[in-house]
């Protein structure tokens, strides 16, 4: 049986790829910083799937050293991942660059790009090793262009596209796969995160548009994970159907 590790488990994509990598028959790490949100979705793994099924990793990204020891002390059978889903990533703000709030702007680069890294450069290491792996990170329609305000998140999730270009070209010579999913607007809890709780303004990012769920991106990413070992997707866009990039979305 094949074992996923999902970063950012608790919430939107990341808690749909676990469902679906669960579903469809994978043994599934769950990782996030909220216990209580992964305890919830490993009881319902347990329950639906089986015990042995779901193994749960409470760490921040952020905290390289937290995020290395947790995955040390992973017990010897579930060390062997075949699947990395680097999903843990937020957006803070939607400012002018000339007004952004440099907390802000640290708290996005430490997790979108630095957070994702330490996860490559924790996991990665055994798949070459092992010859056999899979790394799926998520990206953005952000990362294309920059959109109005989207400034310094636009800038982590291009840098996520390099990234991942860049592990693609470095394990060229070795089995491994490298994919980047990159979705436009999806419904989650991305928006209340961006606009630190205000969800009157989240709620207007998705008015007069039927936008993405989660299950929908978490479909994508399975499909990128069971395709056949000489099939490497490299890039997918996912949009919802009236939007066209990152600035074009046509309202009801
Ligand atoms: P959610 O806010 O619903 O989920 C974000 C997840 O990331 C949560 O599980 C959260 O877990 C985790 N996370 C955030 N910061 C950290 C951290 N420091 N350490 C560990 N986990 C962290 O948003 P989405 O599901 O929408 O976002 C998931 C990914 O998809 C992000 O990378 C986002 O940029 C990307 N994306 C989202 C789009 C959208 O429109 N929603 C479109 C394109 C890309 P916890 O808080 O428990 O730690
Ligand atoms: C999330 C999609 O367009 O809100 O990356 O930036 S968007």
Redesign the pocket.
Known sequence: MKTVMV????????KACALAFAKAGYRVIIT???AG?LQELSDWIRGECGPDRVYTLVF???DRKGAEEAVSGLPEEWKMIDVLVN?????LGLDKEYEGDYQDWDTMID??IK?LLTMTRTIVPGMVERNHGHVIN?G?V?GDAAYANGNVYCATKAAVKSITDGLRIDVAHTALRVTLVK????E???SK?RFHGDEKRADNVYKGIKPLT?EDIAEVVVYAAQSPAHVQIAEILVLATHQANGSVIVRE
């Open positions: 970063t950012g488990a608790t919430s939107g994509i990341g996030g910083r909220r949100l921040d990204v952020c999903n843990a990533g937020l957006a997790t979108n957070g998520i953005s952000a979705p436009g607007l999806v989650t809890n991305f995160v989660g």
